[in-house]
């Protein structure tokens, strides 16, 4: 009975944790400071497009062109 009683203690304890959320926010409560950690976070993060150009090669220009070249001498 005894063992009984802990496990479900430990279950409800369990599902309630998961309920809360982190018990020890990530961010700061005041919107001024907040701000500045959330963009001090987002600096690396504003990168990611140019490489993501430079490996696909999305910057280089397109070979295939649509525009008739003429090929041989003028």
């Known amino acids: ?9 430990g ?4 599902c309630m944790s998961i309920n809360i959320g982190c018990a020890m926010p990530i961010w700061h409560p005041s919107p001024d ?3 500045r950690q959330l963009i001090y976070s987002s600096e690396s993060l504003r990168h990611v497009p140019e490489i ?3 490996i696909w090669g999305l910057e ?3 070979l295939a062109t649509p525009y008739r070249v003429h ?3 003028i």
């Open 1 to 9: 009975m005894k063992l009984r009683k802990r496990l479900l203690l």
């Open 33 to 35: 400071i907040r701000a």
């Open 11 to 14: 279950l409800l304890l369990g």
């Open 52 to 54: 993501w150009e430079r």
């Open 71 to 73: 090929g041989g001498v």
């Open 60 to 62: 280089l220009p397109d």
